[in-house]
């Protein structure tokens, strides 16, 4: 496991948001981890990570030429989108100032919990394959509410029965932020996809 | 069973605005304009520093009625001002939900000698500081994140620089340090040993560190994050230069690709007039708002 680990590359997209947290945590766990700001910046990476921020930020940042590379990139190799990278990879209700790539067949509403006063940590239900004994705490901060989880996706986590964590083929989307906790449980399932891919398609 | 604003909620606002710009408005069309030019974050004041700079007086919280109008606009966070000490002001704004309190030198501060207890809100708060030491008191106080003062209102950045600079170069020192010396840095610096020791140990300030006062241009922003600012807040560099929107906009992408000068180069590129600003070398002590802050 930490010998196929060590040989990820993975990419950060550092447009905004907290991709330090997750270059952190990717580096800890062995990788080789790049920061990504450009279409050239995807080449050559095994994986990438969509970090949360601010979707209508990451919206006005990304040049054509990045939305193109990214819908290329993210429709063939593992992503993992959290709060507003999950948003990004998903789908959202009509607004001028959010352009999601729309590749996960999810509809979710953005800060669906309310402003930051109503961001919360909550113990999660975990689906059987990443449940142990130990608990696992979510973060959620600012946090997309999932309104529609279409047929190809399914449900890896729930926050009081509704889905906070989910995947389409090798797309991860987590409404929380595994990067801030020391569970590093999605961590792992994400990474696995790199080196068996055939694992994320039943 | 899920609990609110606990510290990991706190800082994890603060991590997500990480590489951003949060700009300076006064009105919901300013904020529009800002969330278009892909602000990750808006503050919502009376007058921008400048003006009240200008026209003197006591500078005090925002109307309700204008802050309320701004949340109505925007869907990116929006942070409001209380003036330093001045805790029911900060539960005034917490009753409003505003995303983020800035207990900020630039209102006239309502107490002299304590800062707000930051512990007891469920809004993260952010504070200025000048040095590692400052910076330390307001994070034991309960700060979320913390900004340098640099001068606000001037359009001159070399005060944020210095007091970037200040914190990078004793955070620097401190992870060379023995205990016993560590004890002795908390006494001459007036911080919090508990706070010196996580500094030591991550080799950063155990919140986010952000630069703001006196960044004007693109490139004062890159300036800015080249010295390791995690994220820059820019007050009356936008809307008291020439043209807002398309220096907004260039901000956020010199921000975004900090350490690309071909980029600089482009974004820099067509903006008109930047705010005139005022040197600071040339200001009297007494304009400082720098120095307001225990």
């Given at each position: 496991m930490v010998e196929t680990v060590v040989k990820a590359r993975v990419g950060v997209?550092?447009?905004?948001?907290?991709?330090p947290m997750h270059v952190k945590r990717l580096t800890e766990l062995g990788c080789d981890v790049r920061e990504v700001r450009t279409a050239q910046d995807l080449e050559e990476l095994d994986a990438l990570i969509w970090p949360g921020g601010e979707s209508t930020t990451m919206t006005r940042v990304m040049t054509d030429e990045l939305r193109a590379a990214l819908l290329e990139f993210c429709s063939s190799k593992p992503v993992w989108g959290t709060c507003a990278g999950m948003i990004m990879l998903a789908k959202t209700h009509p607004d001028p100032r959010v352009k999601t790539?729309?590749?996960?067949?999810v509809l979710v509403n953005r800060n669906g919990w309310g402003r930051q006063v109503h961001s919360f940590e909550a113990e999660l239900t975990l689906s059987d394959s990443l449940r142990t004994e130990t608990p696992f705490q979510g973060v959620f901060i600012r946090a997309p509410r999932v309104e529609m989880v279409g047929e190809k996706a399914r449900v890896l986590a729930w926050y009081q029965d509704e889905p906070v964590a989910l995947a389409q083929g090798r797309i991860l989307l987590t409404t929380f932020h595994p990067e801030l906790t020391h569970d590093d449980r999605f961590h792992r399932l994400f990474l696995s996809w790199i080196e068996q891919p055939n694992s994320a398609a039943n | 069973m899920s609990i609110t604003g606990t510290f990991a909620t706190k800082i994890g606002l603060a991590e997500m605005l990480r590489g951003g710009v949060i700009m300076d408005v006064t009105t919901a069309e300013q904020a529009r304009i800002a969330e278009q030019a892909g602000a990750c974050a808006v503050m919502a004041l009376e007058r921008v520093p400048a003006d009240i700079r200008r026209d003197g007086g006591v500078a005090r919280m925002s109307d309700v009625a204008v802050i309320r109008e701004i949340q109505d606009t925007v869907s990116i966070p929006v942070m409001a001002k209380c003036r330093i000490g001045h805790f029911v002001e900060a539960q005034i704004l917490e009753a409003l939900e505003v995303d983020f309190i800035d207990e900020s030198e630039v209102l006239t501060p309502a107490d002299e000698q304590y800062h707000v207890d930051k512990h007891k809100f469920k809004v993260p708060f952010v504070c200025g500081c000048r040095n590692l030491g400052e910076a330390l008191r307001r994070i034991a106080e309960g700060a979320a994140m913390i900004r340098t003062k640099g001068?606000?209102?001037?359009?001159?950045?070399v005060e944020a620089v210095r007091h970037m600079r200040s914190v990078m170069s004793e955070i620097r020192r401190v992870q060379t340090m023995g205990d016993e010396e560590l004890v002795h840095l908390g006494k001459e610096i007036g911080a919090p040993l508990e706070q010196l020791k996580q500094v030591r140990e991550l080799g950063k300030l155990p919140v986010p560190n952000f630069a703001a006062g006196g960044i004007a241009t693109p490139a004062d922003a890159a300036l800015m994050m080249q010295l390791g600012a995690e994220a820059v807040f820019v007050g009356s560099g936008i809307f008291k230069s020439n043209d807002p929107a398309a220096r907004a906009e260039a901000i956020v992408l010199a921000t975004t690709h900090y350490r690309d000068p071909h980029m600089l180069v482009k974004v820099s590129t067509?903006?008109?007039?930047a705010m005139q600003g005022l040197a600071v070398h040339s200001m009297a002590e007494g304009d400082l708002l720098s120095t307001r802050g225990w």
């Amino acid at each position: 496991m930490v010998e196929t680990v060590v040989k990820a590359r993975v990419g950060v997209l550092a447009l905004q948001g907290d991709f330090p947290m997750h270059v952190k945590r990717l580096t800890e766990l062995g990788c080789d981890v790049r920061e990504v700001r450009t279409a050239q910046d995807l080449e050559e990476l095994d994986a990438l990570i969509w970090p949360g921020g601010e979707s209508t930020t990451m919206t006005r940042v990304m040049t054509d030429e990045l939305r193109a590379a990214l819908l290329e990139f993210c429709s063939s190799k593992p992503v993992w989108g959290t709060c507003a990278g999950m948003i990004m990879l998903a789908k959202t209700h009509p607004d001028p100032r959010v352009k999601t790539l729309e590749l996960a067949d999810v509809l979710v509403n953005r800060n669906g919990w309310g402003r930051q006063v109503h961001s919360f940590e909550a113990e999660l239900t975990l689906s059987d394959s990443l449940r142990t004994e130990t608990p696992f705490q979510g973060v959620f901060i600012r946090a997309p509410r999932v309104e529609m989880v279409g047929e190809k996706a399914r449900v890896l986590a729930w926050y009081q029965d509704e889905p906070v964590a989910l995947a389409q083929g090798r797309i991860l989307l987590t409404t929380f932020h595994p990067e801030l906790t020391h569970d590093d449980r999605f961590h792992r399932l994400f990474l696995s996809w790199i080196e068996q891919p055939n694992s994320a398609a039943n | 069973m899920s609990i609110t604003g606990t510290f990991a909620t706190k800082i994890g606002l603060a991590e997500m605005l990480r590489g951003g710009v949060i700009m300076d408005v006064t009105t919901a069309e300013q904020a529009r304009i800002a969330e278009q030019a892909g602000a990750c974050a808006v503050m919502a004041l009376e007058r921008v520093p400048a003006d009240i700079r200008r026209d003197g007086g006591v500078a005090r919280m925002s109307d309700v009625a204008v802050i309320r109008e701004i949340q109505d606009t925007v869907s990116i966070p929006v942070m409001a001002k209380c003036r330093i000490g001045h805790f029911v002001e900060a539960q005034i704004l917490e009753a409003l939900e505003v995303d983020f309190i800035d207990e900020s030198e630039v209102l006239t501060p309502a107490d002299e000698q304590y800062h707000v207890d930051k512990h007891k809100f469920k809004v993260p708060f952010v504070c200025g500081c000048r040095n590692l030491g400052e910076a330390l008191r307001r994070i034991a106080e309960g700060a979320a994140m913390i900004r340098t003062k640099g001068e606000a209102g001037t359009g001159d950045i070399v005060e944020a620089v210095r007091h970037m600079r200040s914190v990078m170069s004793e955070i620097r020192r401190v992870q060379t340090m023995g205990d016993e010396e560590l004890v002795h840095l908390g006494k001459e610096i007036g911080a919090p040993l508990e706070q010196l020791k996580q500094v030591r140990e991550l080799g950063k300030l155990p919140v986010p560190n952000f630069a703001a006062g006196g960044i004007a241009t693109p490139a004062d922003a890159a300036l800015m994050m080249q010295l390791g600012a995690e994220a820059v807040f820019v007050g009356s560099g936008i809307f008291k230069s020439n043209d807002p929107a398309a220096r907004a906009e260039a901000i956020v992408l010199a921000t975004t690709h900090y350490r690309d000068p071909h980029m600089l180069v482009k974004v820099s590129t067509g903006l008109r007039g930047a705010m005139q600003g005022l040197a600071v070398h040339s200001m009297a002590e007494g304009d400082l708002l720098s120095t307001r802050g225990w």
